[in-house]
């Protein structure tokens, strides 16, 4: 760290690698058909007759990435924690690409989904933030899955409706209320993101923040010149000191979020104020 600072100098935001998983990747027409299913049915006419439903093998690879991450999700591993074989897993989903889009349909079903209409429409859009980041916390393996083709199951229906709710009647077009939305959600995926790499960083093993600066600390001072990057310097130590961190997601999390609305806020402003 600089020899004028006793705390880490502020560093960008690393970027995180797109997820080599994604949805919509499995058949398309078998995929719709198991999203839509009637909830609890078991399936028919495809192998031998099974005890469990489609339900429970999604409930369970669930599990498994919870646990253990989307690494580790794999029919095998599902159907280890089934107690079943692994081929008997095929009689319920053709394979990973359609159980990956069923797991994050129930996902987006689970996220609560509370009345709004009586809040002020920022504290409506926070409630949405709030309510994806909650999600992301609970299930992380979700930040490594590209959704450019999302799951148009249920539970993605019910959950884009219930958002889009808290920026209805505020006067923006139908396009602006999916931008503003495309817009907030992005930014909490972003957030969750950078939570999770601080929680990776210094889970099971890793060194603390407090051990990594006691080793880097003293190598920096030895390279780096505070008047050769004085606002570095400057607004390094400052952050340092007010987060004791180099980042502090849950700080930089409630600041963006503010920021979000009041962007969006310049801009229900502008819609209601009318053609200039």
């Known amino acids: 760290m600089p020899p004028t600072s006793p705390t880490p100098p502020a560093s960008p935001t690393p970027p995180v690698p797109t997820g080599t998983d994604r949805s919509g990747a499995g058949d398309p027409a078998r995929t719709l058909e198991l999203l839509w299913r009637t909830p609890g049915a078991r399936p028919a006419g495809r192998g031998p007759r099974q005890g469990l439903t489609v339900e429970e093998v999604v409930a369970a690879a669930i599990a498994v990435a919870d646990a253990e ?15 079943v074989g692994a081929m008997s897993l095929y009689t319920y989903v053709p394979g990973k690409a359609e159980l990956l889009d069923l797991m994050l349909d129930t ?23 709030d ?28 959950k884009y409706d219930h958002e889009l709710s808290a920026l209805d009647g505020l006067g923006l077009h139908d396009v ?12 909490v995926q972003a957030s969750a993101r950078l939570a999770a790499d601080a929680r990776a960083a210094t889970g099971q093993g890793a060194l603390s923040d407090e051990q990594w600066w006691a080793i880097a600390g003293p190598l920096l001072a030895r390279v780096y010149d505070a008047e050769r990057h004085p606002i570095a310097t400057r607004v390094g130590a400052a952050a340092g000191a007010a987060h004791n961190a180099a980042v502090d997601p849950g700080h930089a999390y409630r600041f963006g979020l503010e920021r979000v609305l009041d962007g969006l806020g310049v801009l229900i402003d502008r819609r209601a104020a009318g053609p200039a």
């Open 176 to 187: 602006e209320m999916d931008d503003a939305l495309t817009y907030l959600l992005g930014f």
């Open 69 to 83: 991450g989307l690494a580790a999700l794999t029919m095998r591993r599902v159907a280890q924690r089934l107690g």
């Open 131 to 158: 309510a994806n980041m909650a999600m992301y916390r609970q299930h992380p393996w979700m930040l490594s899955v590209a959704t450019g083709r999302p799951p148009l199951g249920p539970g993605l229906i019910a």
């Open 107 to 129: 996902v987006f079903g689970q996220v609560p989904r509370p009345a709004l209409s009586a809040l002020p429409w920022r504290e409506r859009v926070r409630a949405v933030a």
